[in-house]
């Protein structure tokens, strides 16, 4: 399974970024995709999670309302779009997928999902 980040870069405060991960060697919509970002010194956090069938989907309190997360099944795509972007966003964000049952208690959990991609720094300047 390859899990491939992309689309990070460096943007002002105020501005946008879309990510996206692309995914192989898995069967793409048996499973929950998920975006988490690790900041300098810090632990990762979850950003985002969406259903199978992008039906469902739950965000960080932190990116309500900025950041939106979707999927395009038919090309095992999942993709991040941040708006009005913060410097305390800055961070690596990566994908990650997991086979487990939808729960809005758990998909914040970095441990239950099987697939990590490498991440794609973000860079917000004040």
């Known amino acids: 399974v390859q899990l491939q980040a992309s689309g990070g870069g460096l943007v002002q405060a105020g501005g946008s970024l879309s990510l996206s991960c692309a995914a192989s060697?898995?069967?793409?919509?048996?499973?929950?995709m998920g975006w988490f970002l690790q900041g300098p010194g810090k632990e990762r956090q979850f950003v985002a999670a969406i259903s199978r069938g992008g039906g469902m989907t739950f965000y960080a309190d932190s990116v309500k309302g900025r950041f939106t997360i979707s999927r395009d099944n038919a090309k095992n795509m999942v993709y991040l779009q941040m708006n009005n972007l913060k410097p305390e966003d800055t961070a690596i964000y990566s994908c990650a997928a997991d086979r487990g049952l939808w729960n809005t208690e758990t998909v914040i959990t970095s441990l239950r999902y099987d697939y990590w991609g490498q991440g794609t720094q973000v860079t917000v300047s004040g």
């Open positions: 060697d898995l069967t793409f919509s048996n499973y929950i």
